[in-house]
């Protein structure tokens, strides 16, 4: 495998985190840098594209340090996830699942499980809706963390 014949010299500048080294072994028959991730010391091959266009920033230590790697996935299910009471910035009900209508002036319900969109209905109040989209959250979710919560090993 040879390294790639870069046409930009990038070595000394920084991209987020990342400062390219030396050009790296050709990826996908695109050039490439080895870089060392000024935020943890590892090294780590990049496209140049990646680099340049600001898709590449870090090794993916700021994602561990996030918490990302702590996310637990069964069956396409994020369990923090549905623990979360956090709410989606453009949400404009105040209820997860809650969506109004403008169109038709009514409030559609949803919920979300195992990678699948279920439709709960059209409801003419918000409190109508919000009420049936709790019971969906306790049917559904409630049930999905306890059942895959208990299968996980006890520690002694």
């Known amino acids: ?12 500048q920084m991209f987020g985190f990342l400062k390219p080294l030396e050009p790296g072994p050709n990826k996908d028959g695109r050039t490439t840098w ?30 561990k340090k996030r918490g990302v790697e702590q996310m637990q996935y069964i069956d396409g299910t994020c369990i923090e996830m549905l623990k979360s009471t956090k709410l989606r910035s453009n949400n404009t009900t105040g209820h997860t699942g809650v969506y109004y209508d403008s169109k038709k002036d009514n409030y559609r319900v ?17 409190p109508e809706a919000v009420k049936v989209r709790e019971t ?3 049917k559904f979710h409630e049930k999905f963390i306890e059942e895959h919560t208990e299968a996980e090993p006890q520690s002694t």
Request: proline content about 0%.
């Open 110 to 126: 949803e919920i979300m499980l195992q990678g699948k969109r279920h439709y709960l209905g059209r409801y003419k109040t918000l």
């Open 136 to 138: 969906a959250k306790e």
């Open 34 to 63: 080895i870089c060392r991730c000024e935020a943890c010391g590892s090294e780590k091959v990049v496209k140049t594209k990646d680099l340049r266009r600001g898709k590449a920033t870090n090794c993916g230590c700021q994602r």
């Open 1 to 12: 495998m040879s390294n790639s014949k870069a046409r930009i010299d990038l070595r000394n």
